[in-house]
């Protein structure tokens, strides 16, 4: 049950849920680069559990925003996936931000659900991992021109800004013939 602010009303939010209920965003947020991170690596969710202590079970639930990661665990996760801290909390829309625990009370708005990042989901992460594995630095090249052109993308990097590995330079903005010219 939750209790309601004295002030205005507006039922304060319990264990950092909103106030239907459902799994704050942050949480959800966190969960989700967890995942991101666990998948780029190719571990599974029993792999991460074992390493953590927990059963995968424990890591569906922290994935999904199902269950809030306190400190200490986050500090874990950190050190097993191999990023900083901060690494779970970039990339937060100003939406989620605004569904803090701090700030339900005072957003009595639910968020809005955005359609999932395309950067999250499995197709994605196994389309990189993949493109990774292949070592010829021409193939790979080759590949990233075919998916430019097959997903019509007029914004992408051309070859002459790719570096040898077919990696953006992203230190210069500038096509690295041009810098090597220099």
């Known amino acids: 049950m939750q209790p309601d602010d004295d002030d205005t009303g507006v039922r304060r939010s319990s264990r950092g849920r909103t106030p ?17 991170r666990r998948t780029l690596l190719g571990m599974s969710q029993e792999k991460l ?28 996760l950190s050190r097993v996936l191999d990023v900083p801290m901060s690494y779970f909390f970039e990339d937060m829309d100003d939406d989620t931000v605004q569904h803090s625990p ?4 005072q957003v009595p708005s639910e968020p809005q659900v955005h ?4 950067m999250t989901r499995r197709e994605t992460l196994e389309l990189v991992r993949a493109y990774y594995r292949i070592t010829d630095p021409s193939v790979r090249k080759r590949v990233f021109e075919l998916t430019k052109t097959l997903g019509g ?25 041009e810098a090597a010219a220099e």
């Not at 359609?115 to 395309?118: H, I, K, Q, S």
């Open 102 to 105: 701090m700030n339900i009370a």
């Open 49 to 76: 559990g074992e390493a953590l202590g927990l059963t995968f079970q424990q890591v569906q639930k922290y994935e999904r925003g199902a269950n809030r990661i306190g400190a200490s665990r986050l500090w874990d």
């Open 153 to 177: 993308a007029s914004l992408a990097p051309t070859a002459a800004e790719l570096d040898d590995d077919g990696v953006l330079d992203e230190d210069t903005n500038e096509p690295l013939g």
């Open 115 to 118: 359609e999932a990042d395309p």
């Open 20 to 36: 239907s209920g459902r799994p704050n965003p942050v949480d959800v947020h966190v969960g989700g680069r967890v995942r991101l």
